[in-house]
């Protein structure tokens, strides 16, 4: 029995700004600070590889002195609608109804809400009311992919069921407004906000590519390297600038031993489904992958287009080849990295 990916569907919120727009922002926001900083910070968010981003709020709201409890409540009310928007969308494209999904994981680490998202979700279109429920909510950018994982495994051990993995993320609502840290202002310039789900299914007459393989990569002693810290003005990101560097050494062990335990080797994977975590990230794998002959586009045009939406993020480029009818036998991998520090890949085939 296979488990499969049967659609994939992206929701962003209403707000969006090309780069350019926010610049206007930053000259207020950097006012008191030294015209060589602030020459440094626009450089930095015109460099960053994003032309455009989505936010659950606009410019003017991120840029106030709002609230942590004002933050979370505006967090805690737009999730809710990109991910019910989302997960209809992803239905609709399977042909389903909220009805046939027997396991619902919902993935989000920018913002605090008990109960999850899920429960929101299982009220608001009436799905089962014996629905297996698993909301995860602190593994970031790693959590797109860990989340499909999770549900394939649920599959495996159940035929004929079906899974809904919904990752929903508002970076920009972790901004700190009086935080002039390079961590702060790097986060600010690459991140963005969406929603994206994803439908499972070991229905065997059920199409899509099948999961033949998963398995996650856990660094040692690097804790500290990518996170959030809880602080009384909210979630204030941890971001260590070693980041491209630890990927790049730690590469070889990540992706050949994964390849070779399915008999295959790189140069037998025909799609790179990556997680753009930033623009050095995106340099960092795209040197490594060019040397092996392959190309990480749909990755770069993702961060281009919306920015790094943390754990949705790997799940918008996945949609791209989804919605390319890739011919039967192709294999892709899918690689994602996240706070703990940890990769996380999955092995595809069309």
Request: charged share 25%; net charge negative; hydrophobic share 40%.
């Amino acid at each position: 029995m296979s488990v499969k990916i049967t659609s994939v569907a992206k929701q962003l919120p209403k707000h969006t700004r090309e780069t350019k727009d926010i610049i206007p922002f930053l000259n207020v926001w950097l006012a008191d600070q030294d015209d060589r900083f602030k020459r440094k910070v626009i450089k930095l968010f015109e460099n960053a590889g994003v032309d455009r981003r989505y936010s659950i709020m606009d410019a003017e709201d991120v840029f106030l002195n709002t609230s942590f409890e004002e933050k979370n409540e505006i967090y805690s009310r737009e999730v809710i609608k990109l991910a019910e928007q989302s997960l209809v969308k992803a239905l609709d494209k399977a042909k389903l109804k909220p009805t046939d999904i027997d396991y619902i994981i919902t993935v989000s680490c920018t913002g605090i809400m008990i109960p999850s998202v899920d429960a929101y979700l299982i009220n608001n279109l009436k799905m089962k009311q014996d629905i297996v429920r698993l909301p995860v909510t602190e593994m970031g950018c790693a959590a797109g992919v860990s989340g499909i994982i999770y549900a394939k495994n649920f599959l495996k051990a159940n035929p004929n069921k079906r899974a809904a993995v919904i990752a929903v993320e508002s970076p920009t609502a972790t901004f700190q407004l009086d935080d002039y840290s390079m961590v702060n202002i790097v986060s600010a310039a690459i991140f963005g906000d969406g929603a994206s789900s994803v439908i499972l299914s070991s229905y065997e007459n059920e199409e899509g590519p099948k999961i033949i393989d998963e398995a996650m990569y856990h660094f040692y002693d690097a804790e500290t390297m990518m996170g959030f810290k809880l602080v009384n003005t909210g979630l204030q990101m941890i971001l260590d600038k070693a980041v491209p560097e630890t990927i790049s050494e730690h590469f070889p062990r990540i992706v050949h031993p994964f390849l070779e335990r399915n008999n295959i080797s790189i140069e037998d994977i025909d799609h790179l489904i990556f997680h753009p975590g930033g623009k050095k990230i995106v340099q960092t794998v795209e040197d490594l992958f060019g040397s092996l002959g392959k190309n990480i586009d749909d990755t770069k045009e993702v961060l281009k287009l919306y920015g790094n939406m943390s754990s949705a993020t790997v799940l918008y480029v996945l949609e791209r080849f989804m919605d390319k009818q890739l011919p039967k036998g192709d294999r892709g991998l899918m690689l994602s990295f996240g706070p703990g520090f940890s990769a996380q890949r999955i092995l595809l085939e069309w």
